[in-house]
């Protein structure tokens, strides 16, 4: 069993910056895929970025690319997003996401993007951007 604790969520004016944080805990994390998802008022959940724990490869909508960082501690088991010039559409709460089976393919990007194939969830993050 994995448990994904979120942190680091908040109101933060547009062009501002915000670092979340997900600790993970209960599981060795050698061949997982962690990710960050999002989910704004009446909008279905979107992602965000992924990383490899092993390797370090990563992954990013294009919404964010250039703008959000997704960052790992193997040794505090903890994965970050730091998000910068932040815009009011970035408004949502914000997931953590294992795929504790490490199903995205080499080169094939839409599996780290893919929410069903991450089988541990975090209870969520508000972020807020107000314009």
């Known amino acids: 069993q994995v448990q994904l604790v979120e942190s680091g969520g908040g109101l933060v004016q547009a062009g501002g910056s915000l670092r979340l944080s997900c600790v993970a805990s209960g599981r060795t994390f050698s061949n997982y895929v962690m990710g960050w998802f999002r989910q704004a008022p009446g909008k279905e959940r979107e992602f965000v970025a992924a990383?490899?724990?092993?390797?370090?490869?990563?992954h990013y909508a294009d919404s964010v690319k250039g703008r959000f960082t997704i960052s790992k501690d193997n040794v505090r088991s903890t994965m970050s997003l730091q998000m910068n010039s932040l815009k009011a559409e970035d408004t949502a709460v914000y997931y953590c996401?294992?795929?504790?089976?490490?199903?995205?393919?080499?080169?094939?990007?839409?599996?780290?993007?893919?929410?069903?194939?991450?089988?541990?969830w975090g209870q969520g993050t508000q972020v807020t951007v107000s314009s």
């Open positions: 990383i490899r724990w092993s390797g370090g490869s990563t």
């Open positions: 996401a294992a795929d504790s089976k490490g199903t995205w393919r080499p080169g094939l990007y839409s599996d780290a993007a893919t929410g069903s194939r991450y089988d541990y």
